[in-house]
Each structure stands twice: as C-alpha cells, then as structure tokens.
C-alpha cells in the first residue's frame, strides 16, 4: 500500500486515507489567455513514466494539501512536501538526482 | 493460410495434429512499410486488418514491445455492450458490438461470442432516472436496450439479492444482444488475419523514437533498427503518452491502474454480465465457471501493473451483499492493467500535429467492447484522412470544448 507522510501534520498516512489531486505545479491559465494555453493547462497532462510531481490532500486526516514526488514506473516515494511551493525543492531535487541519474529534470 | 473447419479438425484428426500452420508468421522488419501500427493489442490488430480488408493496404507492420495482446486485451473482463448515452459513442460501439456477432466467420477464428446480455443495475433513485434516460436515449440510436424491474431482474440473475439494505436493485437496464467473448482469441484472430494478408507482426520490438521531416512523418526507430513509413499509427493504450512525447506532442491522458480478478471455478450460476456501477463491480461467469469481477481505478498515475489492494477489497465487499452466495469463493488471480484515461472519459481516434501520425487511444476502462468498432474508424481514418465513426472523437475537441461526456467503461456518474 502507498504511504505518503503528510509534511503538514506528519502522520505517514496510508492510502486509504489518502485523496489523490493530479498533477502539481501547473501554471493556471483562465480567462483571456490563449485557447492553446487553456487546453494545455486544463488537459494536455505530462503522465511520464517515472519521476511524477503531484498532488494530495490527507482526506481523512487533517485535511490538507501537499505534494509529493513519486516514480510511477516502480511506485517508489522520494519524498513530500509543502503545496505553498512553485516548484520541487532543491532537497527533493537532489534525493530524485542521486537514485535516477537519468532523470531528465522538472520543467514546468 | 489453412482454413479452419470441421474437415480440418477432421482431417488432422487422423494424423495427430501434424499440420497445423502457426497461425501467424514470425517476422523481421522489413527496411519500409506503407503504414506501420504501433501495438499489436486488440485495437492495433484491428486497425491493421480493416487497412487491408476494407482498404486494400496490406504492405503494413505491426509492431510491439512486448508479445502479442499481452497488455489489456488480455487483461479485461471481456465484456461487450453498446448502451451509451451519447450519439458518438452509440455508433461507435454500436458498429463494434454488431461486428463482433459475425467475427468468427469473418476471421475464420472462434472469437467465442457470447450475445448472453449485459445487465446495469441500478441502486440508487439516480441510476433509475439515469437508465431510463440511457434506454430512451438507445430507442433513438438504434441499439436494443430496455429498463427492466427488479423482478425481471431476479428471473434472470436468480443469485442476486435485490432486497439488499444499503445497495437494493431498483432495476436495470439490459442489453440482451449484448455479452462477452474470448478476449485472447479476439487478438490471434486478427492477428493471423493480419498475417494472412501478408502483414508483418514484429513482436518483441519497442519503438523508441518517432522520425520526422518538415513536420510529417517518415519513420520510427525501433529496438531492432529504424523502419520507414508514410503512415503512423499509435494504438499503444496506457503508453499512448510515452508515444506522443516521441513525435512531440502532448495528450490529454492518464495512465491509472485497472484490476480485475477471478474466482476458483464453479458450476453455472449465472448465465448473463451483471454490472454493478453504484458499488463499481462487474460481475460474470467464464466458460471455465470462474466468477470474473472488475473493480474501479485507482486515482493516482501508475505503470506498474499493480493496483491498490483496497479497490478489489471495496468491490468484493460491495459485490458480496448483491450476490451473498460469492462469499463463500475463493479468489485465484488478481491481476492490473494500465488504462489511458482521458479528461472526458471518452476514447481519441484522431489526426495529431504531425502528418501522417495517427491515434488511437483512450479507452480508458472500456477498450475491449470497441476493438472491431475502433479498428474499422481508425482504418477508414489512416487510409482516407477522415472517418464519420471517428469524427467526434478528434483529439481537438478538448480545445473546442466539444465533450464527449461518457463516463466509457462503467456509464456511472460523472
């Protein structure tokens, strides 16, 4: 079962008490961008397979959101950290470098 | 290729089983292909055999990673049914689910059809309102579907309770031409078809790149060298992604996982699929008389195969207060595939950004129904540049607006 440790109150909560929120870090477009940039924020996911940024909120904990950064290929958790951020933090940055060398890096 | 036939079984009777051809031909790339599909799953099969069949395109390879139909095409519940609510995917499904009736006799291949009807219940107030919307919806499109109450309900499931506290049946909507068939069998069918045409289906090779020139394809790169192609199609399910990142464009898709699993077998209990959408389970007999259940997907992104463990729990424990007399099987396999899940739950059979590339994914949960349906629109699309099964089902839309809002594989609430 996916255990993800919620950086807001600490509990390594279980899935179950877990809601999964898609990808993070999306830049949101809304009225008056482009329509090109619209679909592509509402839609056009990156879905890789391997290194993935994305959101979670501890549903039946203590309600928060957060982020977390996990390899879809091998379900292997790097880390979790504060949605108030823009992009992944240079800690979790370095733990993804060090176990895939080949990770081709956050783009937003 | 041989034919298949009683005076066939007959004649290899005699001679213990000698002369049987391989029902395809194993097959090196050859340096250039008119067009190249990439996936020899159900729909990638279906799409090259209707090139040829109904478009006379036969210098065609098929080319996959893996082996033969051995993503979700071998990993489904087997179920067949057309009871959409949205005119687009009433034909589609429609036309896939009428194709499958006479499939045996097309492929000279026992796809084993069973027409045995599908049955979803409804469990709540808002199913019933639903369902008798979807069966007035089906009245107009053609396709045979009627609201039944929970007596009928009961004369044809007699193992289901349908006075169950928290979920009871309130009705159903039943498809009687509906049913299943050999999902296995639906891909080596094709396949030797395929084959039979002189089509090249290249197993054990991945495509690794995707080549282009002034924006239009010329070719793919492959584990076992580059091959040429005027034509592309990508019909690679949960990897559709991974395909479209290689050509430079983006979908607007999800790989999550699926699971199904099966019980020991049992003598015939239930001779129709029951499909439960309030508690998300789908529940039939095999012909070796196991109890085969879907279950839901999981809400996270996921490649592995595997899904939560808490999903078969929910689905078994919702299915066994429907159908009491499950509690007492054992479950033999549990087993996950990766769908491709697009932000309207509806299927891409489209045109992309680059020349000569073609897509054909998004089946979400629900592929397996469509495979002769969607084999038939991409075919149509990849030899004429468009197709009346597939225009609504652009990969533009999202930017349009235009939704197809299904809820595919189940029909629940969206």
Redesign the interface.
Not at chain 2, 250 to 255: D, H, K, N, V, Y
Not at chain 2, 298 to 304: A, L, M, S
């Given at each position: 079962m996916l255990i993800l440790t919620c950086p807001c109150c600490g509990v390594a909560a279980e899935e179950t008490e877990l809601q999964p929120g898609g990808e993070a870090h999306l830049k949101r477009f809304g009225p008056g961008s482009s329509d090109d940039a619209f679909e592509a924020y509402m839609f056009a996911r990156a879905n890789p397979k391997g290194v993935h940024f994305e959101r979670w909120r501890h549903a039946y904990g203590c309600g928060k959101w957060f982020l977390a950064a996990r390899c879809t290929a091998t379900l292997e958790v790097f880390g979790t950290y504060s949605a108030q951020t823009k992009e992944p933090p240079a800690e979790i940055v370095t733990k993804i470098r060090a176990k895939r060398p080949d990770w081709a890096g956050w783009s937003a | 290729m041989k034919r298949y036939s009683v005076f066939a079984v007959a004649r290899e009777a005699l001679r213990n089983h000698q002369g049987w051809d391989r029902a395809w031909a194993k097959a090196d790339p050859k340096p250039r292909y008119d067009a190249i599909v990439v996936g020899a799953g159900g729909h990638g099969l279906a799409s090259a055999y209707y090139l040829g069949r109904n478009h006379g395109i036969t210098n065609v390879a098929v080319i996959e990673k893996g082996w033969l139909g051995g993503g979700n095409t071998g990993r489904n519940t087997t179920i067949i049914r057309s009871n959409y609510l949205q005119d687009p995917s009433a034909a589609i499904y429609e036309k896939s689910r009428s194709l499958y009736e006479t499939l045996s006799q097309d492929l000279n291949y026992n796809i084993m059809f069973s027409p045995r009807g599908v049955m979803m219940l409804a469990q709540t107030q808002h199913e019933v309102r639903g369902y008798l919307r979807t069966a007035h919806a089906n009245a107009l499109q053609g396709v045979a579907t009627e609201f039944i109450g929970p007596e009928r309900v009961k004369e044809l499931v007699p193992i289901i309770d349908t006075n169950g506290p928290r979920y009871p049946v309130l009705g159903a909507l039943w498809q009687p031409r509906a049913g299943t068939a050999r999902h296995d069998a639906v891909a080596w069918g094709y396949a030797r078809a395929c084959s039979a045409m002189g089509m090249d289906i290249i197993q054990n090779c991945e495509v690794t790149g995707i080549r282009r020139e002034g924006g239009k394809v010329t070719g793919v790169e492959t584990t076992k060298g580059a091959i040429g192609c005027d034509r592309l199609g990508i019909v690679v399910a949960g990897?559709s992604?991974?395909l479209a990142d290689m050509a430079g464009f983006?979908?607007?898709?999800?790989?999550v996982a699926l699971q199904a699993l099966v019980s020991e077998p049992i003598k015939p209990c239930m001779d129709v699929v029951v499909m439960a959408n309030t508690v998300h389970g789908y529940l039939s007999q095999s012909d070796k008389g196991e109890m085969v259940i879907g279950g839901g997907t999981?809400?996270?992104?996921?490649?592995?195969q595997?899904g939560?463990?808490?999903h078969i729990e929910e689905t078994v424990r919702a299915l066994v207060e429907t159908f009491p007399m499950l509690s007492r099987l054992k479950m033999l396999r549990q087993w996950g595939g990766i769908v491709d899940m697009t932000?309207d739950r509806s299927p891409i059979i489209s045109k992309t950004p680059v020349e000569g590339v073609f897509v054909n994914c998004g089946w979400g949960t629900g592929g397996f129904k469509a495979i002769p349906g969607s084999g038939w629109a991409m075919a149509e699309l990849m030899a004429k540049g468009a197709s009346p099964l597939a225009e609504e089902f652009s990969m533009f839309r999202?930017?349009e607006g235009k939704f197809i809002d299904e809820s595919v594989a189940a029909g629940v609430a969206h």
């Open positions: - | 990897h992604s991974q983006r979908l607007p898709i999800e790989s999981d809400g996270f992104n996921n490649y592995t595997r939560s463990w808490h932000g999202f930017r």
